[in-house]
């Protein structure tokens, strides 16, 4: 009985538009499992007026740390 009034029932109308894409990245983020990704996310979106002098620094230190872990590396098995 409770399934011919869901059959009887017409389908909701559909939204006006689909979701663009921040809307999505917002229902993902939701998700517990990725709230590690959103603090990390609203974290860093916090220090965007610094991104500038941080991301050119996160890429040297990077771009060195690799270079001396490499030098080590060939040094011992080269």
């Known amino acids: 009985m ?3 009034k869901l059959l009887a029932r017409s389908l909701p109308a559909p939204p006006e ?3 663009g894409l921040q809307e999505l990245l917002e229902q993902a ?3 517990q499992l990725l709230v590690p990704v959103r ?3 609203n974290n860093l979106n916090a220090l965007r007026p610094w991104w500038p002098v941080l991301l050119p620094l996160l890429a040297w230190i990077g771009w060195r740390t690799y270079r001396r872990e490499r ?3 060939l040094s ?3």
Request: aromatic share 22%; net charge positive.
């Open 29 to 31: 983020f939701e998700i």
């Open 17 to 19: 538009q689909p979701p």
């Open 2 to 4: 409770a399934l011919r």
């Open 76 to 78: 011992q098995h080269g």
């Open 39 to 41: 603090l990390f996310w």
């Open 71 to 73: 030098a080590r590396y």
